[in-house]
């Protein structure tokens, strides 16, 4: 199994093998007509992700400013055996509802609203403290009219409705630095096929 170690003692990708890696779960998706005009899906996914090596090290956060979780070896490297491969969540789920109005023969206004949320998550090969997340959450919400045929789609928006923040990454080889999702945003769209 390749893998990219990046970040750690600078700011450089270093590619490392590790003896194994498992991966395994159940994920499920639902969809329902609740009512003429009314439309309901909801998701969920459960994961399970773990290298297996007992030999797999990647330096940790060049800054010495993380709390690694992980035992170190001799050249203070985090021994990542049975660690959680990164970017991936435990837990997913997600929730969508749309109402709609017939405007005509051709359309109709629409409300839709999606939900998401996503469970535990490790953003390195290592583990620490502070490059985690558990939680994210986020929601949005849409207003418009669309043609049935899909040529045109016009509507307003706004993402994350509840102003979350939402830590999705770090940098870990200079400081304790965390990146966002964007905060709550508005907007207009407008989409058309020929």
């Given at each position: 199994?390749?893998?990219?170690?990046?970040?750690?003692?600078?700011?450089?990708?270093?590619?490392?093998?590790?003896?194994?890696?498992?991966?395994?779960?159940?994920?499920?998706?639902?969809?329902?007509?609740?009512?003429?005009?009314?439309?309901?899906?909801?998701?969920?996914?459960?994961?399970?992700?773990?290298?297996?090596?007992?030999?797999?090290?990647?330096?940790?956060?060049?800054s010495g400013q993380c709390t690694p979780l992980d035992?170190?070896?001799?050249?203070?490297?985090?021994?990542?055996?049975?660690?959680?491969?990164?970017?991936?969540?435990?837990?997913?789920?997600?929730?969508?509802?749309?109402?709609?109005?017939?405007?005509?023969p051709d359309g109709d206004f629409y409300v839709f609203?999606?939900?998401?949320?996503?469970?535990?998550?490790?953003?390195?090969?290592?583990?620490?403290?502070?490059?985690?997340?558990?939680?994210?959450?986020?929601?949005?919400?849409?207003?418009?009219?669309?043609?049935?045929?899909?040529a045109f789609d016009f509507g307003f928006y706004v993402?994350?409705?509840?102003?979350?923040?939402?830590?999705?990454?770090?940098?870990?080889?200079?400081?304790?630095?965390?990146?966002?999702?964007?905060?709550?945003?508005?907007?207009?769209?407008?989409?058309?096929?020929?």
């Amino acid at each position: 199994m390749q893998l990219t170690a990046i970040g750690g003692a600078g700011n450089f990708n270093q590619l490392i093998n590790a003896k194994k890696g498992i991966g395994y779960g159940f994920e499920s998706d639902v969809e329902w007509l609740a009512a003429d005009y009314l439309v309901l899906t909801a998701g969920f996914a459960l994961n399970k992700t773990e290298f297996r090596d007992p030999n797999l090290t990647v330096p940790i956060c060049g800054s010495g400013q993380c709390t690694p979780l992980d035992p170190l070896d001799a050249n203070g490297n985090a021994i990542v055996n049975g660690n959680p491969f990164p970017q991936a969540p435990k837990v997913t789920g997600n929730f969508t509802a749309r109402y709609s109005i017939p405007a005509g023969p051709d359309g109709d206004f629409y409300v839709f609203t999606d939900w998401s949320i996503q469970g535990k998550t490790n953003f390195f090969l290592y583990e620490s403290a502070e490059f985690k997340t558990s939680g994210n959450f986020e929601g949005g919400l849409r207003v418009g009219y669309a043609r049935n045929d899909k040529a045109f789609d016009f509507g307003f928006y706004v993402r994350n409705i509840t102003n979350e923040r939402n830590v999705i990454g770090g940098i870990d080889f200079n400081n304790l630095t965390g990146f966002t999702k964007d905060p709550r945003t508005f907007g207009i769209s407008l989409t058309m096929h020929r």
